[in-house]
């Protein structure tokens, strides 16, 4: 089927997902050295930068296939690596490309198995060996700079290092008993043996796919079956099953958290940290899960809506470990979690010498996400990104609210079409973001709607981990000069944008970098990202996050300029507005601690490096409990633990005040809820000091009730305990 540009326009508006691309596939239910070149000309035909299999890509390739089963370097040898690099370095273009030769596959893997085997042997006594914990000796952690081990002596080193940062840290865990932690290590490992041996050929070559797709770009990638099924419960937000969230322990699969509303958490017969040992579909016998891989187990439990899962479960209890069997019909799941929400913060601020109330809107965008399926179905209401936010905004409109903040931090984007969608309900119809294709035709690509959801003031919080779709959105609010971008110095950095193809059953997809996007002004994000209007002060702007850090990223390039109207809502008001901000971090003592850890990490480039394998000593503190939330009207929101969102709203309401043309007072806007919450916090606290334990603690506070109590009575006036506080 041919590919044609129209099409590729369909795509773009579908965040790129195709349905047509089939390939015919000998044996329907494994990859063979057949799909394997398939897919390598699949992916050339469609690819933006690359249209053949190079020396380049070869050696990119083998680079990476190499680092895919040996990240840390602790299985090979220097001397496997240059002779995997003389042999096919510059060969597997043609060994793979013209003569349908997969030979290098086995060979690489052969030799890994081989060194697995031989590790496996020394780990065990690694793991039995006697410890000293009271050394100074230290664990290189630099992968990158680090070089393959050339001896027995240098790999086994390296071994009984791990194996002792693993025991070290293990161990504090286990109540700091080194036998337990052995026992889990040794466990461990003996999975990682049994998963080696249970490894096919057809895992080995999906592992090739995706060292031959990196190496065109970062983003390009083969999706085995079970990836493509994760893939699309996250850009519906549903999917058909018990509504649970599930991690590998020791071999035992266990319940990490339940979906609010899903069928496991309405069942009330599924607990977390309860350990799945056998499933059984309907009245069908229980199969055994334990040492069984994850997505195998997940592969069970998910099923039809209406169909009965049958867990057998070992919980902790009383009197032992009891087991339990918990029957759940599966239903659609709704990932509400991941769902648009808002909420209202309140702001005291002095307009004109008096105090004036103000209302922030906070809308928090995890992803920009859509429901295929529903929108191709027509349905009502189907599930969107924007649909959520304009209905969020309604909200927040019918509440009163003076300023609105758009949350897209760690929003790792979604589909290209929602973004555009979503960035239109702030300014309307005109263009928002401008592909280019392979063939270096440009398009531009339009809001439509005429109308819009909401025109008052808008801030955008970003960060590091704010990518793709997000990008697009912070461009165009900014390019508009619509909204003010806080946060981080720049986004992610990620400016293409993947074709997700279907191959036949049970071989997955192929993702495919086909088209990099530019911002309305004509720069592209790839690279650079979105710079913030207003930088706060963090920790991850030091760190090595954003695409300018992956091996083989696209380069960055600017085209023209889309004609579009500014705002004019950005520049007058950002130099004041960032002076205020800067003010008020100087002396907030959160910020201080962020900027000290900031200097701290800058400081001590070569700990970063390395960590410590000798003990530290710590002592025990009594875990906190914190107040009681009193900041919004929704208990799962927390604002006080967030500095980043509180210095925000506040640039919201001198915003607001200097779109108003008011005078702003020198006193900074004040977070009443917060007030409240760091007020309660500070009673309980001094209350907990008085005593020497929890005990003691807990009976200060009711002392403090009964002298309340005695006072009351004496004056006959009711006086709130400090404990009442709320």
């Not at 529903?374 to 609210?401: C, M």
């Not at 294709?437 to 955008?460: K, R």
């Not at 800067?582 to 480039?605: G, L, Q, S, V």
Request: charged share 30%; aromatic share 8%.
């Amino acid at each position: 089927m041919p590919f044609s540009s129209s099409r590729f326009a369909r795509c773009l508006r579908s965040f790129c997902v195709v349905a047509g691309l089939m390939l015919v596939s000998t044996n329907a239910w494994a990859l063979t050295c057949s799909e394997v070149r398939q897919l390598t000309m699949l992916y050339f035909k469609m690819h933006f930068s690359f249209d053949k299999f190079s020396d380049e890509i070869s050696r990119r390739t083998l680079d990476n296939f190499i680092k895919a089963w040996d990240p840390g370097k602790l299985y090979f040898y220097q001397s496997d690596v240059d002779e995997f690099n003389k042999k096919y370095s510059v060969k597997l273009d043609d060994m793979i490309g013209r003569d349908l030769d997969c030979s290098a596959i086995d060979e690489v893997m052969n030799r890994y198995t081989q060194r697995f085997q031989e590790r496996t042997k020394f780990v065990q006594k690694a793991i039995a060996d006697k410890q000293d914990f009271t050394i100074e000796e230290y664990l290189n952690v630099d992968r990158k700079n680090m070089t393959y081990p050339k001896t027995v002596e240098e790999v086994n080193e390296r071994w009984r290092k791990h194996i002792k940062f693993q025991l070290l840290t293990l161990k504090t865990s286990v109540d700091n008993n080194l036998d337990k932690a052995r026992e889990k290590i040794k466990k461990r490992y003996e999975l990682q043996v049994k998963r080696q041996n249970d490894l096919t050929k057809d895992r080995v070559y999906g592992v090739f796919l995706n060292a031959f797709s990196t190496a065109l770009d970062p983003h390009s990638s083969y999706m085995p079956v079970e990836e493509l099924e994760d893939f699309r419960i996250r850009t519906r937000l549903s999917l058909e099953g018990i509504g649970a969230s599930l991690r590998s322990e020791d071999g035992f699969t266990m319940v990490a958290s339940l979906v609010k509303g899903g069928a496991a958490e309405k069942s009330g017969l599924l607990k977390i940290n309860d350990k799945i040992i056998a499933v059984a579909q309907d009245n069908g016998e229980p199969i055994d899960v334990i040492d069984m891989d994850l997505q195998d187990v997940v592969k069970k439990i998910r099923g039809t809506r209406g169909t009965t899962v049958k867990l057998t479960v070992m919980r902790d209890a009383t009197g032992g470990p009891a087991k339990v069997i918990v029957p759940i019909v599966r239903e659609k799941i709704q990932l509400v979690d991941q769902q648009a929400s808002s909420h209202v913060i309140d702001v005291d601020v002095s307009e004109d010498g008096k105090p004036k109330h103000m209302k922030v809107g906070l809308i928090t965008l995890p992803s920009f996400y859509i429901d295929f399926e529903g929108r191709q179905k027509r349905l009502k209401n189907y599930r969107s990104s924007s649909n959520d936010t304009r209905e969020q905004l309604k909200v927040l409109h019918d509440k009163g609210v003076d300023a609105v903040i758009l949350d897209l931090r760690s929003n790792g984007g979604g589909g290209l079409d929602e973004s555009i969608s979503t960035a239109g309900l702030f300014f309307g119809a005109g263009p928002v973001v401008q592909v280019k294709a392979s063939n270096s035709e440009t398009e531009t690509y339009f809001d439509p709607d005429e109308g819009t959801a909401y025109d008052g003031p808008l801030l955008v919080m970003i960060n590091r981990h704010s990518a793709s779709a997000s990008e697009i959105f912070a461009g165009a609010i900014q390019d508009y000069e619509r909204g003010i971008i806080v946060g981080d110095t720049h986004t992610f950095g990620k400016g293409t944008v993947q074709n997700l193809n279907d191959l036949a059953p049970k071989l997955g997809a192929v993702k495919v970098t086909v088209n990099q996007f530019y911002r309305a002004s004509g720069a592209s994000t790839q690279l650079k990202g979105v710079a913030s209007d207003i930088v706060l002060p963090s920790i991850v702007d030091e760190l090595e996050v954003g695409e300018k850090y992956y091996d083989y990223a696209l380069p960055f390039e600017a085209i023209k300029t889309a004609k579009y109207t500014k705002f004019n809502k950005i520049k007058p008001f950002v130099p004041e507005l960032k002076k205020r901000s800067d003010a008020r971090m100087a002396k907030d003592t959160d910020f201080t601690k962020i900027r000290d850890e900031i200097a701290k990490y800058r400081k001590n480039k070569e700990d970063r490096n390395r960590v410590s394998l000798k003990e530290k000593k710590e002592e025990k503190k009594d875990k906190e409990t914190d107040p009681e939330d009193a900041l919004n009207d929704s208990p799962e929101f927390n604002l006080k633990d967030d500095v980043y969102l509180q210095e925000t709203v506040r640039i919201a309401a001198d915003y607001v005040q200097m779109m108003g043309k008011k005078k702003l007072d020198i006193t900074a806007p004040v977070l009443p809820g917060l007030k409240l919450a760091e007020k309660d916090k500070k009673a309980k606290a001094d209350l907990a000091a008085k005593g020497k334990d929890k005990d003691a603690a807990k009976a200060g506070i009711e002392l403090g009730k009964d002298k309340e109590k005695k006072k009351d009575e004496a004056a006959a006036a009711p006086a709130p305990a400090p404990s009442a506080a709320k």
